[in-house]
């Protein structure tokens, strides 16, 4: 099956121990509403989110924290639906999340996604 790709834009959010790009629930809530019932899908803990970086899994560059705080950046998202046990998710590019994680030190990508990921729900108890 072939995903297709929509655009959409998200904003920059640095928390204390994370970095978001805020994202549209809609997104998600559109894609949960997809998952079979009988999987018996919960939503995700968080308001819908692309994770840019999480402080204590990865080291940044502490000069350069904040880096495009509060800015309006595109993505792109695919329609698939992922299952990797436990989540549902959708994969995301972003060139501009990229340029963030590098600015703050970071590999491009996050192991073990070759690209980020919206969490659309979850299996866990």
């Known amino acids: 099956m072939k995903a297709i790709l ?13 970095v978001t790009l805020d994202i549209s629930q809609g997104i998600v809530d559109f894609y949960y509403s997809l998952i079979p019932k009988a999987w018996y899908a ?4 968080h308001k819908a989110h692309i994770t840019i970086m999480r402080l204590g899994r990865e ?3 502490s000069k350069t924290w904040k880096y495009r705080n509060g800015e309006l950046i595109p993505f792109f998202y ?8 436990p989540y549902f998710f959708l994969y995301a590019y972003s060139e501009d999340i990229g340029d963030i994680r590098k600015v ?3 590999p ?9 990921h ?4 979850n299996l866990k108890s």
């Open 6 to 18: 929509h655009r959409s834009l998200g904003r920059v959010h640095y928390h204390n121990q994370y």
């Open 42 to 45: 919960q939503r995700q803990a």
């Open 59 to 61: 080291k940044h560059k």
């Open 78 to 85: 695919s329609s698939y639906i992922h299952f990797e046990h």
């Open 104 to 106: 703050l030190g970071l």
């Open 108 to 116: 491009q990508f996050r192991y073990p996604f070759k690209a980020y």
């Open 118 to 121: 919206i969490t659309v729900g």
